[in-house]
């Protein structure tokens, strides 16, 4: 049966290579951004690429009204909701004290809020149908806060906490929606070519950098298997771990100049006066901007921490072959 898919945040970045990867499927496609030439961009790639059929609705997800009403006519139209994916995100760099009370606002109405908004509409439908997958967009920043961009990482870890509590209560229901959320490492995507900043040099993802086709394997796979949680890449492992077992040692690694400030800023000096951002309105209106941004020389295609995860048994059964060989060969020995 032909599934129906919903994805925010589907005219660049993350979202635009989710939708491609779904495409392939020969799937039907429902994409929502701000964004018109993305959109209309994005509509032609997976229509390329596949899809049965492809519907774009231009919103913002901070109008809750709006995403429940394209919720609620892709429904009517197709006959039910079986995945929807949040991605949709903004995000201010600057330090703390430089952030207005309206930015903050706004990444939050985006990120978080504009998550909730998805999620109830999804659920609006998957409910009563008793099934459906949900995957959320999230960061080893849910995790991690780091320097210069606190509005979006407080967003992050919302999404996480929301998410924690959705999921006890969907299991104390007996509900079969699942519930997902994908952990991502630095991605190149457009938003370092968009986001607000008031630092000297342009934004970037702090290296190493993947390409948004390597998180979009770990969405459909998260969706179709209904994992609880996917962290891609060894970094988001990695920052993981080391917030559990020294937090500490973090918060002066990423007071260091070099580590987390310079890490996120290429050596190009910018104009400030003339640099355009999307956290108010969309830059993709008029242009089409794609998955990737403009890292590619420096970001990698694949992953083997993710790797690992999708094959879990194999990765265990050779772990388990090579312990008992080990002690086979010792024992001999002996």
Not at 141 to 150: D, T, V
Not at 262 to 279: C, F, H, K, M, S
């Amino acid at each position: 049966m032909t599934q129906n898919i919903v994805i925010t945040g589907a005219s660049a970045g993350v979202g635009r290579a989710v939708a491609v990867a779904y495409a392939r499927r020969g799937v039907r496609v429902a994409l929502l951004a701000r964004g018109r030439a993305g959109l209309e961009g994005a509509s032609l790639e997976a229509r390329a690429a596949g899809a049965a059929d492809v519907r774009t609705y231009q919103l913002d997800v901070s109008d809750a009204e709006a995403v429940r009403s394209a919720a609620d006519d892709i429904a009517a139209t197709w006959g039910g909701l079986d995945v929807w994916v949040n991605d949709a995100m903004t995000s201010v760099f600057a330090p703390t004290w430089e952030i207005s009370p309206a930015e903050f606002r706004r990444v939050t109405e985006v990120n978080y809020l504009g998550t909730v908004h998805g999620t109830l509409a999804a659920l609006h439908h998957m409910r009563p149908a008793g099934h459906g997958a949900i995957v959320q967009i999230g960061s080893a920043l849910a995790y991690r806060g780091i320097p210069l961009q606190s509005a979006y990482c407080a967003s992050k870890h919302a999404i996480q906490g929301f998410n924690d509590s959705l999921r006890a209560e969907l299991l104390h229901d007996g509900n079969r929606v699942k519930l997902s959320m994908v952990q991502l490492p630095a991605v190149n995507t457009p938003q370092f070519s968009w986001v607000r900043t008031r630092l000297p040099h342009h934004p970037q993802p702090v290296p190493p950098i993947y390409q948004p086709e390597v998180v979009a394997r770990a969405v459909l796979w998260a969706a179709d298997k209904g994992k609880r949680e996917i962290n891609v890449g060894g970094p988001t492992l990695k920052t993981r771990l080391g917030n559990i077992v020294a937090p500490a040692f973090l918060d002066r690694l990423l007071a260091n100049d070099k580590r987390g400030f310079q890490g996120q800023q290429t050596p190009e000096r910018i104009n400030l006066a003339d640099w355009q951002d999307n956290v108010d309105k969309p830059l993709d209106d008029n242009r089409d901007y794609g998955a990737h941004g403009i890292f590619d020389d420096q970001s990698r295609t694949s992953s083997f921490a993710l790797w690992a995860t999708m094959h879990k048994p194999l990765v265990t059964g050779l772990l388990s072959a090579t312990v008992g060989l080990a002690a086979a060969t010792a024992l001999r020995r002996r």
